[in-house]
């Protein structure tokens, strides 16, 4: 799999930030959501999976980027 960096709302650069992969998918990376309670809401979280946690603000700047 190839990423292609979609961008970031971060202001190093770093993390959060999207990519879009050279299989039509997105990977998310940012903070790992740790909390026991939190993670109790997810739902059907496989052993293998994993969520983090992304800004709202992320989301819709790369979806204008991509959609438009």
Known sequence: MRLRFLGTTSEATTC???YETDRG???VQGTEVVDPEARADLRHLADYETAV???RELLVEIA???LT
């Open 64 to 66: 204008r980027k991509v």
């Open 53 to 55: 946690e992304v800004p």
């Open 25 to 27: 998918t997105i990977v």
């Open 16 to 18: 959060p930030a999207l």
